[in-house]
């Protein structure tokens, strides 16, 4: 006997080397998996921080403006209303030829007024506005700069590329330079991308709208998702009696978590748009088809994690003479919460970043205004990078990365939101 | 305990009126004697169980068992492993329904009803039988809601003092109060599996049940919190009717015994008596 189990610990020694060395490797190959994700994943986001980071600075030049009467056309002790028709435009336009005036000619003229963003006259006119006693005065402004003069300044544009093949002229250059060494240009946070919808010109370009869009298309997801995705998992789970029925139901739930999307792109045309008769381009019928997509995954998580719950925690409830259906949201769904909240966030960023069944229903369109609800046409995060990147103008490369950098960041806020929620629910 | 339950050999038509009755898991065909020891029929029962069968799928759990459990009893059953007492026991609340392979075929009467009957309502039969099962199973929530949860449902406390009075008495009855009363607000899992047992026990108690089933108690317990523990039974004999399954001979004991039950094998019940099992 003894001497028995003496040949066993030796053949177990030996073996345990062999055993060790495999488990090693395997750490070693499970190490390399995991950093080549990483230097994949960091350069990727990288590259995206690196192309879009500029795009929340932006360039104002300190331009002197003479409110002359004559030119805004208005008197001094005007109306609100004469104040707002007046020529911003061209005092703008009349301002920047008394800094340069050796710009002659219509072409050089044309490309003088280039330096500033036609927005500028807008902010004129508010700033006007709210200080009607400027009339007449002349005094030193920040206005923004053109998305092109903005790339000059922020060094994004070399001399060195041939006149022709640039957008900024070498004469638009020297009078940029120019303003730099007189300390009349400055470098500021853009807070337009924040607050302003999109625009034909990069510098006025903002997300409000598309982030607006963005919310309330999933705040119709997940009011329709949630609770009938949950509640369907409850009743799969719970209550449906196991037959060919439900073998088929759940059958077709899987099938459907695997449709490409823009299948549910061309259902909400035809069906919600077409039939019903729902308006285009808006966050209502976006959210519908984005909670049918939705919706699968959440009715499989939560079928998981009710299938997950043990079953001696029903049959205590049960015993006490709970009914089925206190045992189920007293009991089961309390402990099965943190993994179908994980499914539904899940589920939710999935929808947060389709683009896809979105063009399909029209809320590709330019849209400037912010929608104020569900039915006002808009467009929504992961569209306007698609528009967004679809633009030649260079101004909009980085605000495409920008966008990029803000959706990835909600989908950050999200997961996190998921880790917090099932760390929460455990506790319990 | 004064009620005891040991199989018999066919003592007039006791529980084992087949000679393939206690289940049978292992086919000792030679095996024919079982052994009830009490009577397995009295008047007027609480609960009664006629020819009752039980199969999950095609395997019979238990065989036409027959057996009358009377009103304040303590009846008391033993067997070796996986001869069907978790079974029968669950077959007196329905606790079985939750199972779908789980066919039940006899009649259980509950006061001369039919607990099997079409218009049967489990959840307030479940309210009426109570039970403590094998595993401790709080629930993953604070102490005070596992003992709270029952008579809340139920709508049996009018005001939080009485709930909290409700608790509290469960808990001191299933001598765990002094242990926990700090901790009401802890989780229930967070017990020790003997305390876990106790509160459960609290639990059931609380909603004051007719009748209570007790699937091994004291099998996670110390001798001192078993001691407790058949205290209890003993007391809570004076209101309720208690169905045990045991391992202990001392609670099984047959002492003025008054009701049987019957379960394995004469041979393998012999042996396990005895302690000559395994
Ligand atoms: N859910 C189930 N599905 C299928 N078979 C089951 C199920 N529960 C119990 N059985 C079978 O029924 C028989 C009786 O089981 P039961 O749990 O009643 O035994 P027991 O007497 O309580 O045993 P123990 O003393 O070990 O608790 C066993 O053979 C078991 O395999
Ligand atoms: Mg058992």
């Known amino acids: 006997m003894s001497k028995e189990s003496f040949t066993n610990t030796a053949a177990i020694q030996a073996s345990l080397k062999k055993r060790y060395a495999r488990e090693k490797r395997f750490q070693w190959y499970g190490r390399l998996a995991v950093l080549t994700g990483f230097v994949f994943l960091f350069i990727l986001l990288a590259d995206i921080v690196g192309k879009g980071a500029p795009a929340f600075t ?122 730099r060494e007189q300390g009349r240009t400055e470098s500021r946070f853009n807070t337009l991308f924040f607050t302003e919808g999109d625009s034909r010109e990069p510098e006025l370009a903002g997300i409000k709208a598309a982030l607006y869009g963005s919310f309330f298309t999933l705040l119709v997801t997940f009011l329709l998702a949630f609770p009938i995705g949950v509640f369907a998992a409850v009743y799969l789970e719970e209550f449906a009696p196991r037959n060919r029925l439900t073998d088929l139901i759940e059958i077709n739930i899987n099938n459907l978590a695997a449709v490409p999307s823009i299948v549910f792109g ?17 966050p209502l019928v976006g959210g519908i088809v984005l909670s049918l997509m939705t919706l699968p995954t959440i009715i499989i998580t939560s079928r998981a994690s009710i299938q997950s719950v043990s079953p001696s ?8 003479g709970a009914s089925p259906l206190q045992t189920v949201f007293h009991h089961v769904l309390p402990v099965a919460m943190p993994g179908i909240l994980t499914g539904s966030i899940i589920g939710m960023a999935q929808a947060l970043g389709e683009s896809a069944p979105l063009l399909m229903i029209g809320m590709v369109a330019f849209i400037m205004d912010v929608p104020g609800g569900v039915t006002d046409p808009s467009t929504v995060l992961p569209v306007q990078i698609f528009l967004w990147a679809d633009s030649p103008e260079r101004g909009f490369t980085e605000k495409t990365s920008a966008a990029i ?14 880790i917090y929620l099932r760390r929460r629910f455990e506790l319990k | 305990m004064n009620s005891i339950a040991v199989t018999a050999d066919g003592i007039g038509e006791a529980g084992a009126s087949s000679p393939e009755a206690g289940l049978d898991i292992h086919d000792h065909s030679d095996v024919k004697d079982y052994e009830t020891v009490g009577e397995p029929f009295v008047e007027d029962p609480k609960m009664s169980a006629r020819n009752v069968n039980v199969y999950y799928a095609d395997k019979q759990a238990i065989m036409d068992v027959s057996l009358d459990i009377g009103k304040n009893e303590v009846i008391a ?37 039919d607990i099997y009957r079409g218009d049967q309502d489990t959840v307030l039969l479940r309210a009426r039988v109570g039970m403590v099962f094998q595993k401790p199973n709080p629930f993953p929530k604070s102490i005070y809601e596992n003992v709270a949860y029952g008579p809340r449902i139920h709508g049996l406390a009018h005001s939080k003092a009485e709930l909290d009075e409700i608790v509290e008495k469960s808990l001191r009855r299933a001598s765990l109060f002094d242990e926990v009363k700090d901790a009401l607000d802890k989780p229930g899992t967070g017990l020790s599996g003997g305390q876990q047992q106790r509160l459960c026990i609290a639990r059931a108690i609380a909603v004051s049940p007719e009748v209570i089933l007790m ?64």
């Open chain 1, 58 to 179: 932006q360039q104002y030049i300190k331009v002197t403006v003479e409110f002359d009467p004559d030119r805004l056309g208005v008197e001094p002790g005007a109306s609100d209303e004469e104040l707002r028709k007046a020529d911003y435009l061209g005092v703008v336009k009349s301002s920047l030829r008394a800094m340069f005036p050796e710009a002659s000619g219509r072409q050089e003229k044309r490309q003088l007024y280039r330096l500033i963003s036609i927005g500028a006259e807008y902010d004129l006119r508010d700033y006007v506005l709210d200080n009607p006693e400027l009339i007449g005065q002349t005094l030193d402004i920040w206005l923004l700069a053109h998305a092109e003069a903005g790339a000059y300044l922020k060094g994004q544009i070399s001399r060195k590329i041939p006149e022709g093949d640039r957008r900024v002229k070498d004469i638009q250059m020297q009078w940029l330079d120019t303003l």
């Open chain 1, 266 to 282: 061309l259902l909400g045309l035809a069906v919600f748009i077409n039939f019903f008769e729902l308006p285009r381009s808006a």
């Open chain 1, 313 to 320: 925690i029903r049959e205590a409830a049960l015993g006490v």
């Open chain 1, 405 to 418: 950098m803000v959706l990835m960041g909600f989908l950050i806020v999200m997961n996190a939101l998921a």
């Open chain 2, 77 to 113: 059953m033993i067997g070796p492993s996986g001869c069907g007492k978790s079974t029968f026991l669950r077959t007196l609340n329905r606790m079985n329904d939750i199972i779908p392979i789980c066919r039940v075929e006899g009649n259980i009467n509950l006061e001369d009803q």
């Open chain 2, 215 to 278: 699937d091994e108690p004291c099998s996670a317990l110390d001798p001192i919190a078993t001691a407790r523990i058949e205290e209890l039974i003993d007391e809570l004999k004076e209101r309720y009717t208690i169905a045990i399954v045991t391992h202990s001979m001392q609670q099984a004991e047959v002492g003025d015994t008054k009701e049987v039950f019957t379960m394995p094998k004469h041979e393998l019940t012999e042996n396990y008596i005895t302690g000559r099992f395994g």
